[in-house]
């Protein structure tokens, strides 16, 4: 009880330390592109961006939702996938020796080296494109889960067997509360990861889209219309971050968290 009451005092109301970093590069950024230092076409400046939002207005309400909403369908689609792969490999060894080596095989190729062929396989349509990011997804979080449930102790799910439960059981009341917060990490990683794919997706001759727009601005060389496209990109990705870790706080309550006391 001491403890927790003297951690309590310690914590200071004051500046955020952590825009500290963030001031200090915006600072540089305004010096340097307000004394011409750079050209513009490699670091814009506050008026060249603002040029290029107001001349993009039209296109980046649309854009940014085509880009959202497949970016979560592949997101969606590639977590339940990859978890519900790594639950079967897990529970079932037929399974696992039937679809494991598959898996195994896919797990190590580069995704972007998959670009070609979904283009050759299955055409440029926003089908190919989402079937794109949940593949990517899916790999990181078939592996984590996976593993996750191989690194449980044993302990565990003996005493489960030993108080009568069946296996379903075992899964459900000890397996998946077990892993669950482990595998939050890797949907976090995987959704930030999945932005990163919707750019490539777009690439694979998407007409409308964020990614798309990013390559026509990059034709006439737009820094100033790449960077809004990046901070938009920043901006959503951080609320999906957010929201996971709300989810995560509210799911695994029960859960005690190591806190980090910094000195």
């Known amino acids: ?56 207005k039209d296109i980046l309400p649309l854009a940014t939702l085509r880009s959202l909403s497949m970016t979560l369908a592949g997101f969606g689609i590639g977590t339940l996938w990859g978890v519900l792969m790594g639950l079967l490999m897990a529970y079932s060894k037929t399974f696992m020796e039937t679809a494991g080596p598959i898996f195994d095989f896919i797990r190590p190729v580069p995704i972007f080296a998959m670009i070609p062929l979904f283009l050759l396989w299955f055409g440029p349509n926003v089908g190919t494109q989402i079937a794109f990011i949940a593949l990517g997804v899916s790999v990181v979080l078939g592996v984590t889960t996976y593993e996750s449930i191989r690194n449980i102790p044993i302990v565990y799910v003996r005493a489960a067997f030993n108080l009568g439960a069946s296996r379903m059981r075992v899964y459900r009341t000890v397996i998946l509360p077990c892993i669950f917060p482990h595998l939050i990490g890797a949907i976090r990683v995987a959704a930030a990861a999945s932005w990163g794919l919707n750019v ?42 957010l929201t ?15 806190a980090m006391l910094h000195v």
């Not at 592109?33 to 040029?51: A, C, R, W, Y």
């Not at 709300?246 to 005690?256: D, G, M, N, P």
């Open 244 to 258: 996971i870790r709300r989810i995560e706080a509210y799911v695994t309550r029960w859960t005690e968290r190591a």
């Open 1 to 56: 009880m001491r403890e927790k009451v003297d951690i309590k005092e310690n914590k200071k109301v004051g500046f955020p330390k952590s825009f500290i970093a963030i001031l200090v590069v915006i600072a540089v950024w305004l010096i340097i592109t307000l004394m011409k230092v750079v050209d513009p076409v490699f670091i814009p400046g506050p008026l060249n961006i603002l040029d290029s939002i107001l001349r993009m």
């Open 200 to 241: 490539a997706a777009e690439f694979m001759g998407a007409q409308v889209g964020l990614g798309y727009n990013m390559i026509i601005q990059q034709i006439y060389l737009n820094t100033g219309g790449i960077i809004v496209i990046v901070i938009i990109y920043s901006i959503m990705a951080i609320a999906l971050d």
